[in-house]
C-alpha cells in the first residue's frame, strides 16, 4: 500500500546532541511537510517542500533544518535539541493540483529529550 | 495565533449517540478540511469541504461550512467506541503561499461503550 513511513517510532537524545528524524513516501508526492505536535496540542507546521523549494515558517527556530535529497525521501534535523523541542514530529505529504488536496500522514516519531 | 478554534476542547458520549463539535477560523478560506487522530498516531484525513460548499457527507460523518460566520461543524452519528479519537479542523487560507493547512486545537472525543 502506499503510504507515508517515519522511522525511528521513538527516538531519545540527550541536551544538546543532534537528530535525525527520517521520512519516505511510495505516493509520488511532490509536497512533504514536518509539523511539530507537543501534547494536547494541534500539530503546527515547521516547513514544506514544494518538489525541490524549501518553504520555511517565519517562527521555525534556526536550530530546525530539512533535507529533501528526492522525491521520496525528507529528513528533519533537529542541530541541538533542547527539552523544549521534545514532541512528536509529524511528516505529512500531498500532491499539488489546484487547491483541492489532503495531506497524508506518517504515524509520527516521538522525540524524547534527557 | 491559530487560525482554527475548535469547541468543545473535549467531549464525552455514550455510544449510539451522536457527537457534534464546532471550528471557527478567521481568514478567508479555499477549503476546510477535518482530520482524525489517534492516541500517539498520524492524522488521519476525513473529508474536505469546499468554500462554495455548504454541506457534504460521507458515511456517518456531516460537514457543514458557513463561510459568513466562518464556522464549521462536524457531526458523527451513530458514535462507536472506535471513534474515540482528537478531532482537527484545518484550513487552507485564501491567497496563502504553497499548499499549507493551519490547523485548530482539536476536539478530544471519547465513546463510552
Known amino acids: 500500500d502506499a503510504m507515508v513511513i517515519q522511522n525511528p517510532r521513538y527516538q531519545v537524545t540527550q541536551f544538546g546532541k543532534p537528530v535525525t528524524l527520517s521520512c519516505s513516501q511510495t505516493l509520488n508526492h511532490n509536497v512533504m511537510y514536518w509539523y511539530q505536535q507537543k501534547s494536547s496540542q494541534a500539530p503546527k507546521l515547521l516547513f514544506h517542500y514544494y518538489d525541490k523549494d524549501f518553504n520555511n515558517e517565519a517562527d521555525t527556530p534556526d536550530n530546525f533544518q530539512s533535507r529533501r535529497p528526492n522525491t521520496s525521501f525528507c529528513f528533519l534535523d533537529i542541530r541541538s535539541p533542547g527539552l523544549g523541542d521534545a514532541a512528536m514530529y509529524l511528516c505529512?505529504?500531498?500532491?499539488?493540483?489546484?487547491?483541492?488536496?489532503?495531506?497524508?500522514f506518517g504515524p509520527g516519531t516521538r522525540l524524547t529529550v534527557t | 495565533s491559530q487560525q482554527g478554534e475548535e469547541d468543545p476542547q473535549a467531549l464525552s458520549i455514550q455510544e449510539g449517540e451522536n457527537a457534534t463539535m464546532n471550528c471557527s477560523y478567521k481568514?478567508?478560506?479555499?477549503?476546510l478540511q477535518w482530520y482524525r487522530q489517534n492516541s500517539g498516531r498520524g492524522l488521519v484525513h476525513l473529508i474536505l469541504?469546499?468554500?462554495?460548499?455548504r454541506e457534504k457527507h460521507s458515511g456517518r460523518l456531516r460537514v457543514t461550512l458557513d463561510t459568513s460566520k466562518k464556522s464549521s461543524s462536524l457531526l458523527i452519528t451513530a458514535s462507536r467506541a472506535a471513534d474515540t479519537a482528537s478531532y482537527f479542523c484545518?484550513?487552507?487560507?485564501?491567497?496563502?503561499?504553497?499548499?499549507?493547512?493551519?490547523f485548530g486545537g482539536g476536539t478530544r472525543v471519547l465513546v463510552k461503550p
Open positions: 484545518a484550513t487552507d487560507a485564501r491567497g496563502a503561499a504553497g499548499n499549507k493547512l493551519t
Open positions: 481568514t478567508s478560506i479555499n477549503n
Open positions: 505529512a505529504t500531498s500532491r499539488s493540483s489546484g487547491s483541492w488536496y489532503e495531506q497524508y
Open positions: 469541504i469546499r468554500s462554495n460548499e
